[in-house]
């Protein structure tokens, strides 16, 4: 938790409470179903909580955004991120429903009531969003055919609505082919160790 107050000091109590109880809801949960791997259960707040706070340093999410998160596993970045944003619609989706079972009973614990989950593949959710979130699924060109057509019209934020992804290690080729992209490295915004080769990608998408 020291992490998360570490870069994130200005949390309301409730905030401060619904992410001081992850640890102990995903390390249970975790012991029945595996939703986070063995090694990274330890690290929770490093590797996942804080990994997908990295959203929250590249954008301010304007109230009332639609969040989609793309084969959110464990709830990861979404969790978080509703967390950060109350006022801010989630959307997580994941093809393995006994993952959303988890998040379901996580979000309950929490009190976190701005997140509803779906079992479903992302190319049969038939709605807009402001954004679409992930953390390496897949590599971008199969990830911006999945999610065609799912990006609202209206514009709510200082960014351009579309996809942050967060994703690791080196992307040269596998961005070439986007003029709009930009990469934010987050060991511009964190200084462990852990997030030296971390990025969030954003890729403005249009309405379609």
């Known amino acids: 938790m020291e992490l998360i107050l570490k870069y994130f000091p200005d949390l309301t109590e409730k905030q401060i409470e619904q992410f001081a109880a992850l640890e102990g809801l995903y390390k249970d949960w975790n012991a029945k179903i595996n939703v986070v791997s063995r090694k990274d259960i330890d690290e929770l707040y490093l590797r996942h909580v804080l990994h997908s706070l990295g959203i929250a340093k590249v954008i301010q999410f304007a109230d009332n955004t639609s969040i989609l998160d793309v084969g959110t596993g464990g709830g990861f970045p979404g969790v978080p991120l509703a967390i950060m ?21 996580v979000c309950q614990a929490i009190e ?4 509803k989950t779906t079992h479903s593949r992302v190319e ?85």
């Open 85 to 105: 944003f109350p006022n801010c619609q989630f959307h997580l989706v994941d093809s393995i429903n006994k993952k959303l079972k988890v998040i379901d009973a």
């Open 124 to 208: 049969a959710i038939d709605q807009t969003y402001d954004f679409i979130v992930s953390r390496a699924v897949t590599a971008m060109p199969e990830f911006t055919k999945w999610v065609k057509g799912k990006t609202a019209k209206k514009q709510r934020n200082i960014l351009k609505n579309g996809i942050l992804y967060l994703k690791g290690g080196d992307l040269t080729e596998e961005l070439k082919q986007y003029t709009t992209v930009k990469a934010y490295l987050l060991s511009d915004y964190f200084e462990e160790e852990f997030f030296e080769t971390k990025k969030v990608i954003y890729l403005p998408l249009k309405h379609n």
């Open 112 to 115: 976190l009531t701005n997140v």
